[in-house]
C-alpha cells in the first residue's frame, strides 16, 4: 500500500508477518536529483516483495537513491543490504554503528540477561527467534556517520537529523522545520508502545527515552510519521500519554518489590504485559526476552534514582526496595 502523505513523499506499508507491530512505515521521498527512503523493513521475502513491487509503482531508481535508518533494530534496518547500489549513500547513528563493528554483543547480551536471572535452557531459544537474529541484516553497507543538527536534502525537503536515544542506543529522528514534519522511527508510536530495554550496566535506556520525549515534546510538530501503525498529529497528547505508562510502570514495578530481592526476570514475569497469553509460562520466549529486557529499563531507571538497590552475586543481580528512599521520590 502506497500513500502521498505531501508532495513527493510517500508513506509504503512494509508486512511484518506474525508481528503485533503489523507492517512497518517506510517513507520515500522522490525527487529528480536524489532520492531518500527512510527505513526498509525485515530482511526476508515478504518485506523485499512489497518495497520492490511499491518502488517500481513510484518509479524510484535506487541507483539514485540514498537511505537513512532510525536505528538499528530488524524491521528498520535488516533489508537495507538488499536495497542499497554501489552509489546509495546510507545516514545511519554513531553509537549504533559502533555497536555493529564491536563484536560479540550478543554473547554479552546472553551472559547479562542470564545474570538477571533469565533460565539457561530458554535463553538460546530466545535469541534463536530474535528477529535481529533472524532477519537481520547480512552485510553492512558503509555508512555516512550523522549526527544531532546535521541536515538531510532530499528534494524540497531539509532534514535535521534529531537524536533521541532511548528505545535504541542511538535512535534519530528527522525533523523538516519548515514543513513541521518528524519522521519519527519508534520514538512515539500510536496504539502501541514502544519498548525500552535495557541489556546493559552502563546504561539508563528509560531515562535517555523520557529526555527525548521531552526534548521532542518542545519541538513544532504538526505531523508525526511514525515508523509503525497510524500518523500522529497531536504529539504532545501522545508523549504525555507515553510519560503517563511509563510512570505506571514503574510504580508496578516497585510494587512488586517486596521483602524478599528479586531478580528482573522475577519482575518482568509478574508485570501486566498486553499479551494474549493465559500466563507467563506460555509467552512465546522471544516476549520473554523482550519483557525481561523491558524489566531491566525499569529496574535500572529507579536504581539510578535511588529508590532500589541492585545486588550484585557472582552469578545473579537481584533488586530490592531501598527502605531509606522517601517514597514520594520513588517515581518521576
Ligand atoms: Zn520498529
Excluded at 152 to 158: D, K, L, P, V
Excluded at 216 to 242: C, F, Q, S, W, Y
Aim: some cysteine; proline content about 5%; glycine content about 6%.
Amino acid at each position: 500500500m502506497i500513500e502521498e502523505i505531501k508532495p513527493s513523499l510517500f508513506r509504503l506499508e512494509v508486512p511484518l508477518p506474525n508481528s503485533p507491530l503489523k507492517f512497518l512505515n517506510s517513507y520515500v521521498i522522490r525527487s529528480s536529483a536524489r532520492n531518500l527512503i527512510i527505513d526498509t523493513g525485515l530482511n526476508r521475502k515478504e518485506c523485499l516483495d512489497a518495497m520492490q513491487q511499491g518502488l517500481k509503482q513510484l518509479s524510484i531508481d535506487l541507483a539514485k537513491t540514498d537511505f537513512f535508518i532510525t536505528h538499528l533494530h530488524a524491521d528498520h534496518f535488516g533489508l537495507l543490504s538488499k536495497l542499497v547500489t554501489d552509489t546509495s549513500q546510507v545516514f545511519f547513528n554513531r553509537p549504533e554503528t559502533e555497536l555493529i563493528e564491536a563484536s560479540g554483543w550478543w554473547e554479552r547480551m546472553i551472559a547479562y540477561a542470564a545474570k538477571n536471572g533469565f533460565p539457561e535452557n530458554e535463553l538460546r531459544a530466545a535469541i534463536q527467534s530474535h528477529p535481529g537474529r533472524e532477519f537481520g541484516s547480512e552485510w553492512v553497507p558503509e555508512i555516512s556517520i550523522l549526527q544531532d543538527g546535521d541536515e538531510i536534502i532530499a528534494g524540497s525537503y531539509r532534514f535535521k537529523c534529531v537524536s533521541t536515544p532511548g528505545h535504541s542506543l542511538g535512535h534519530t529522528c528527522l525533523y523538516e522545520p519548515n514543513k513541521k514534519i518528524l519522521a519519527a522511527g519508534d520514538h512515539i508510536l500510536i496504539d502501541i508502545t514502544p519498548n525500552i530495554q535495557c541489556w546493559s550496566d552502563e546504561q539508563n535506556p528509560l531515562q535517555d527515552y523520557l529526555a527525548s520525549l521531552d526534548k521532542v515534546n518542545d519541538m513544532e510538530i504538526d505531523l508525526v510519521l511514525p515508523g509503525h501503525r497510524r500518523l500522529i498529529r497531536d504529539h504532545k497528547t501522545r508523549i504525555a500519554e507515553l510519560k503517563d505508562h511509563h510512570e505506571r510502570r514503574l510504580r508496578e514495578v516497585l510494587s512488586l518489590l517486596g521483602d524478599d530481592p528479586r531478580t528482573a526476570y522475577q519482575v518482568a514475569s509478574r508485570m501486566t504485559w498486553d499479551l494474549d497469553c493465559a500466563s507467563w509460562e506460555e509467552f512465546p520466549k522471544a516476549q520473554k526476552w523482550f519483557a525481561t529486557g523491558e524489566a531491566i529499563a525499569h529496574l535500572r531507571y529507579l536504581e539510578r534514582k535511588g529508590s532500589i538497590l541492585r545486588k550484585d552475586e557472582e552469578t545473579t543481580t537481584t533488586f530490592a526496595l531501598n527502605e531509606l528512599s522517601p517514597v514520594d521520590a520513588k517515581v518521576g
